[in-house]
């Protein structure tokens, strides 16, 4: 089992790691000053802790796009990149006490997405039918069908996001009414902030996992999951099943805190499951943790369990001196 460096990149979380057919792993997260989105390739996973970043989107001087750029995520669909994430137009919050992001998508049909921030088109806003609260999009594909799922704010249901999915007549635009499939409801998800976020999908063993974030963003955090089978009717709420108690959380012995907002990769054999997540090794936060930078990307192999479930074991500690 290969060892990563932990962490692998410093202060960037809500990372996305995709290993494209031309060998490169491409890395994007979230940075510090929340205004720009970068992306990062490398040979191997370790390759992308000295990669040069290459900065292809700024955010706006004003409008919806002009604050808070949150967890991008780069996706290769039927020949051309795209990457969808987060903004708003203020850091003010709205009448539910919440901030005002909603979703948007850029578009690059270059081959190579990190020749030129020309090459990038925005596509805008990706719409759902509530005008509210929304972020943290990822997408996948099943059987020539594109998938969009995310996570939003409902002001009849308690908490700040649920999680929704929904069928994509194109990869800016959603083609089926959203359906929610997992809304905060256990006391690990509801910890001072109630939340399911960050989605992520990954297919095994005949059925689709898609792991999410919970509670607020310290050392509460944590990350469920969902799973359906996959010939099963995604659109379905009742199909997919919920487990009542996380997947992955911190490590207090180990002084890992608040693991989350995760996405999957494959090691450099193209066997080895990869998860890819944020962590801190401290709690005494000054404060607003979301403010706070040091949330690394930290990467690590999991086994699958004998009745097909993944096993993420425990987050691994720091390995630098």
Known sequence: MTIYSSPLIVQRADPYIYKHTDGFYYFTASVPAYNLIEIRRAKTLE?????????????????????????????????????????????????NGMFQHR???????????????????ERGQIKTPMDTFALDATCFQRDGKLYYVWAQKDPKIFGNTNLYISEMENPWTL?????????????????????????????????YFLTYSASATDENYCMG??????????????????????????DLKEHQFGPGHNSFT??????????????????DIKGDPLYDPNRHTKVQSFSWNDDGTPNFGKPLPYNYE
């Open 47 to 95: 390759g992308l802790a000295h990669a040069a970043p290459r900065t292809i989107w700024r955010k706006h001087d004003s409008g919806a796009m002009s604050q808070l750029i949150w967890a991008p995520e780069i996706h290769y669909i039927d020949g051309k990149w795209f990457i969808y994430f987060a903004a708003a137009e203020t850091q003010d919050f709205d009448d």
């Open 103 to 121: 979703m948007f998508c850029i578009e690059c049909d270059n081959a190579d997405p990190m020749r030129s921030e020309d090459d990038w088109v």
């Open 175 to 207: 083609k089926t009414d959203p359906i929610m499939i997992s809304k905060p409801e256990y006391d690990w998800e509801t910890k001072i902030f109630a939340v399911n976020e960050g989605p992520a999908i990954i297919h095994r063993n005949d059925k």
């Open 225 to 250: 999951m969902l799973s359906i089978p996959d010939n099963a009717d995604l659109l379905d709420a009742s199909n997919w099943i919920k487990k009542d108690k996380p997947v992955f959380q911190s």
């Open 266 to 283: 494959k090691a450099e054999d193209d066997e080895t499951d990869i998860l890819v997540y944020h962590c801190r090794d401290y709690t």
